[in-house]
């Protein structure tokens, strides 16, 4: 069995996912800033100046709040869906843990995510009221963002070994869910009756808890905070027993 | 003490025929049985005592690969138990785990942590690796610039740098050139020297008959024959004049 350095061995994968995708591009990590900057621009621009509305003071954060979690779930959720296929070299002829994998996928889209925080955070201070000590909720409310990706990634990877419509299911799921997820709109003006499965939802969780520390300068709701605490463990739990299951199988079908 | 035991080992695979359902996928994720399976491997019974080094031949499809693949741990057998003891290095495929567009260096150091290695060990072994593969003018070049037998030098030098206690060989030793065979043949004869076990997959037959004491025949996933190398291989060779004359 396998029973080499984990730390060393994620470090490895996330360094090379980051390596290779930006190697041959001169802008680099620019790139990261530059997509969530454009959507925020464009929906300020059509929300503010084409459909005018007056339930939101600061809409170009209101929206960033929205855009960097929604950007991150989407782009580590594809990315992650299709990394077992896509080292199919390694997991066929190399005794790695297979969980490894898609974890390690999901990690080095953090990298992007660091810096798209970064900015949102910047965005928080100079367009918005400015630090506060609820910010000290930030790294629990990512992390349990984090961790449900992992456990969707884990599920869907591993579905995707066997059926490779798995990828093109996630690609529409992230599609529909950019309108599920309050991201152009407040929650309040959802009908009560789905208000609260909106709060199931891990990621329109954390853009609720998001708006609520770095806009409202006040404490997320602690119930807000459970039920993202109790979605996230709960489809990770899910996610790990379903991959569990399903990676004898993965040599036969790479 | 046996180090690889295989007791009535199987392994199936489904038969491409016919279009594959959505019923036929879910089934196979709950664990159903294919009621008509294609056997890489049939009811395989064997043990390698520590130290034994094994060769393992037969024809292409014979259920070689599918038999180092269980020994690697790299899936479960379908039917019966494979028993392995000891720290195992497998090169089983060229360069497995390499990304084209890192370079060597990036390259061994992932291979490194992929074969178990901690960052600690890897730093240490990393110049003795690079005198190995002798590419340090090339070590910095991204792996895709790299031929076949460069790549093969790299992934032998990181393997054989596990200081296993198996070492398992799949056919990958041809690509390399003349030098760098002998030196990796050398190589494994220290290994086997020291008292390590190897198992290895080859059509060189002059090499196994050097290397290996005991050699295990493989046909259409039966075991047709084990025993000493000399008898086994001038069995298979034999049957392969055959029915070459057919
Ligand atoms: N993933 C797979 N799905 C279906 N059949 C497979 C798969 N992998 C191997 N096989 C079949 O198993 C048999 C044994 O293959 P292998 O062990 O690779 O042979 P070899 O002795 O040449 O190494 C072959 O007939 C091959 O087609
Ligand atoms: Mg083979």
């Known amino acids: 069995m396998w029973n080499g350095d984990y730390l060393f061995l994620l470090q490895n994968l996330i360094v090379k996912d980051f390596k290779i995708r930006y190697r041959n591009m001169s802008l680099g990590v620019f790139w990261s800033l530059l997509n969530p900057m454009i959507m925020m621009g464009v929906m300020t621009f059509v929300f503010v100046k084409v459909i005018p509305r007056d339930d939101v003071t600061n809409f170009p954060l209101f929206v960033l709040c929205g855009l960097v979690p929604f950007n991150f779930f989407s782009v580590a959720w594809n990315n992650g869906t299709i990394s077992i296929a896509n080292n199919a070299g390694l997991i066929k002829r190399i005794p790695v843990p297979r969980e490894v994998v898609p974890i390690a996928t999901v990690l080095s889209t953090c990298i992007h995510l660091g810096i798209q925080i970064l900015l949102l955070l910047a965005a928080a201070i100079l367009i918005g009221p400015g630090v506060n000590v609820y910010w000290l909720w930030l790294p629990l409310v990512w992390a349990l963002l984090i961790l449900f990706v992992c456990g969707l990634v884990l599920a869907t990877s591993a579905l995707d070994v066997y059926l490779r419509d798995m990828r093109y299911v996630v690609e529409s799921a992230c599609t529909v869910l950019f309108w599920l997820v309050p991201i152009f709109y407040t929650l309040t003006l959802v009908p009560q009756a789905y208000a609260t499965v909106y709060q199931f939802n891990p990621v329109a969780a954390l853009i609720l808890a998001l708006r609520r520390i770095l806009i409202d300068s006040a404490s997320p709701d602690p119930s807000l905070v459970l039920k993202l605490a109790f979605s996230s463990t709960v489809v990770f739990a899910i996610g790990l027993a379903l991959f569990h299951r399903l990676k004898n199988r993965f040599f036969d079908y790479l | ?246």
């Open chain 2, 1 to 246: 003490m046996n180090v690889i035991e295989f007791q009535n080992v199987s392994k199936t695979f489904h038969r491409a025929v016919g279009q594959r359902l959505l019923r036929h996928y879910i089934e196979d994720m709950i664990g159903a049985k294919d009621p008509n399976p294609f056997y890489a491997l049939k009811d395989v019974n064997f043990a390698i005592r520590d130290g034994e080094s094994v060769a393992v031949i037969g024809s292409n499809g014979a259920g070689k690969s599918t038999m180092l693949s269980l020994v690697t741990h790299l899936m479960p057998p379908s039917d019966g138990k494979v028993i392995v003891n000891g720290r195992l290095a497998a090169l089983l495929d060229l360069g497995a785990g390499f990304h084209p567009d890192l370079t060597g260096r990036e390259n061994m150091r992932l291979n490194a942590s992929l074969l178990g290695f901690s960052r600690k060990r890897a730093s240490e072994l990393h110049d003795s690796i690079v005198d190995f593969s002798e590419l340090q003018e090339f070590i910095n070049e991204p792996l895709r610039t790299y031929s076949s037998g460069m790549i093969l030098r790299l992934a032998f030098s990181v393997a054989l740098s596990l200081d296993p206690q198996i070492l398992i060989i799949d056919e990958v030793l041809a690509v390399g050139d003349q030098a760098f065979q002998a030196k990796c043949i050398d190589k494994i004869f220290d290994i086997r020297n020291q008292g390590k076990t190897i198992l290895c997959v080859s059509h060189a037959h002059a090499i196994l008959r050097n290397l290996c004491s005991r050699a295990i025949w493989l046909d259409h996933g039966q075991l047709i024959m084990d025993g000493p190398v000399e008898a086994v291989l001038n069995a298979y060779e034999g049957r392969a004049a055959h029915s070459a004359a057919e």
